[in-house]
C-alpha cells in the first residue's frame, strides 16, 4: 500500500462517544491517510462499531470531531456488522446494487451497463461466488451472504472503506484473502479502509495502524502505528 | 475429609391455593362463554319450514338427479368458465395496480397519519361490501354482461390486496435500503434494489392467493348477471331436469379450481421454502 499523503482522509479530534450514561471512548485523536489500513480491535461492546458509525456519518459524536476529505463522489462505503442485504435478490443483483451511486434511475431501471456486470462477476468469482450469482440471497450461507456484503461495498468505490466485523463468519482462508482484496483495491485507488476485527493475528497481517479501545477506561486507548507492513 | 452434618429431617409442603373462580373470566373466557349462550339460543333456527318432509329421500333424489353429468354441454361449459378466469385474471390485475398505490397510502412507516387513517377507513368500506353486492351495483352501473364482473371482483380485490400490501410494506425490512442509500443510490433506485425485492415475493403470493378467491367469486356473481359461469349455473338450477347439466358445470369447476389451488400452493411453497431459507441462514 502506499505512504500516506500529508492530507489524511479521516480527521478525528478529541472524539468522545457516549452510549446512554457509559463512555465508550474519550479524548481520541487519530488520522488516516491515503492507502492505509486501519485497524479497531476491542472487546465485545467497547465501542468499535459505534466508532466507525460515527465515521460513517450515521450518527453524531457526543464530543469533538470527525473531519473527511474526499475527492471523490462517494466518500464512505460502510459494511455492515448485519450486512443490510436484499433477501428477496439474487446475489448478482445485491453485488450490483452497489453501482447504483454512479448511474441514474433511468439507466438501471431494466438492468446494469456490461462494464458493471463485468466487474461483479470478477469479483465475486475472486471471493467464491461465482457459482451463485443467479441464487436468491436468503439461500446463501452466512459466510457467502457476508462475501457478497463486501462485493457490493467493493463495487460502490469508496474512497473510504468502512468494515464492521467483515470477516466474522469466514474461516481462515477465505478472511485472508477478502481482507487482502480489500486492502489491494482500497489501495489501488489511492483510498483506506477501517476495519474492526476480532482476531489479532488478522491485524498482524494487514494493519498500518492498529487502535485498541479500552472498554473499563474510555480514555485510555492505544494507539500503534506499524510500518512494516507498508511498502 | 468432609465436615460431619447432622441430618435433618425436610418435609415438603406443596401449596395448593384455591383458584379464585372468577379469575378465568378473561377476555378469551368471557367471549368464549358468550358464544356457547349464542349457540344455544340460536337452536330455533334448527325448526325449518315446520312441515313433515322427507328429508333422506329428498336427498337421495336430488344427488340421482346429478349423474351422469351431462357431457353434451362440455363446451358451452368450457367457454364460460374460461369467461369466469377471464374475469378473475382482469380483476386481480387491476386490483393489483389499485393495491399497489393505495398500500403505500395505508403504511404507517411510508405515508403521515392523516393520509394513513382515510385510506385504511377506505378500504374497510370497500371490504365490508361482500362481492356479490358488488356484483349488484356493478350490473346496475354497466349492465348484465362480464365487465360489470370485472368492475366487481376490482373492488372487492382491491380492500383485500391493498390491506396486505400495506402490512408487507409495514413489516419489511428496510435496512437493505438504507445500505443503497449510504452507499449513494437515489431514493427510487434504494427502494427498487433494496427494499422491492423482498416484498416481491410477499406480494406475489398474496396475488396468486386472490387469484385463486376471485375465480371462485366469479363463478358466484354471475348468479347476479355479472357474467361467468355462474350465469350457466343460475339457467341449469332455475330449469327442471338440469340437474345433470348443473353437475357437470360443478365437475369442470372443480377440476380448474383444483388445477389453480395446485399450482398456488406450488408457488407458495417455493416462496416460502426460501424466505424460510433466509430465517435460518440469519439464525447460523
Known sequence: MKDSPESPLIEVEDLGLRVENRWLVRKLNFAIGAGEFFALVGNSGSGKSTLL?????????????????????????????????????????NALSGSLGRHSFLSTLFGFPKYELEEANKLMHTLGLSGKSKQWTSTLS????????????????????????????????????????????????NGCVVCSLHDLDQVEDHDNQVLQLNEEEPEKWSLIAQERNTP | M??????????????????????????????????????????PALEGSGRDLDYWGNIKRFAGQFFPPDWSILNQTVGG??????????????????????????????????????TRMLLNVIRTIPSLLWAILAVVLVGSNSLAGVIALSFYSTGYLAKF??????????????????????????FQYGLWPNLRPIIWSHCLWMLEYNVRSASIIGYVGAGGIGLHLKLYAESADSWNKFSMVLLCMLLIVSILDLIGEKVRKSIREKLEGQASQKDS
Open chain 1, 53 to 93: 458509525k460515527t465515521l460513517a456519518g450515521i450518527r453524531k459524536p457526543e464530543e469533538g470531531s470527525v473531519r473527511v476529505n474526499s475527492p471523490t463522489t462517494l466518500p464512505i462505503g460502510m459494511i455492515f456488522q448485519d450486512l443490510q442485504l436484499a433477501d428477496g435478490a439474487s446475489a448478482l443483483k
Open chain 1, 142 to 189: 452466512r459466510g457467502e451472504r457476508q462475501r457478497l456484503a463486501i462485493v457490493r461495498s467493493l463495487i460502490a468505490h469508496p474512497s473510504i472503506l468502512l468494515a464492521d466485523e467483515p470477516v466474522a463468519s469466514l474461516d481462515q482462508d477465505w478472511a485472508e484473502q477478502t481482507l487482502q482484496l480489500i486492502k489491494d483495491r482500497q489501495g489501488h485507488q
Open chain 2, 2 to 43: 468432609e465436615p460431619h452434618c447432622p441430618r435433618k429431617k425436610y418435609t415438603l409442603k406443596t401449596e395448593n391455593p384455591q383458584i379464585a373462580w372468577h379469575s378465568r373470566f378473561d377476555l378469551q373466557g368471557i367471549t368464549f362463554f358468550l358464544f356457547i349462550i349464542l349457540t344455544f339460543s340460536s337452536l
Open chain 2, 81 to 118: 368458465i374460461w369467461e369466469t378466469i377471464q374475469i378473475a385474471a382482469l380483476s386481480t390485475g387491476f386490483a393489483t395496480i389499485i393495491s399497489i398505490v393505495l398500500s403505500f397510502g395505508a403504511a404507517r412507516t411510508i405515508s403521515p397519519l392523516w393520509i394513513v387513517m382515510p
Open chain 2, 165 to 190: 400490501f400495506s402490512e408487507a410494506f409495514e413489516s419489511a425490512d428496510l435496512k437493505g435500503q438504507e445500505a443503497l442509500l449510504n452507499l449513494g443510490a437515489g431514493r427510487i433506485q434504494a
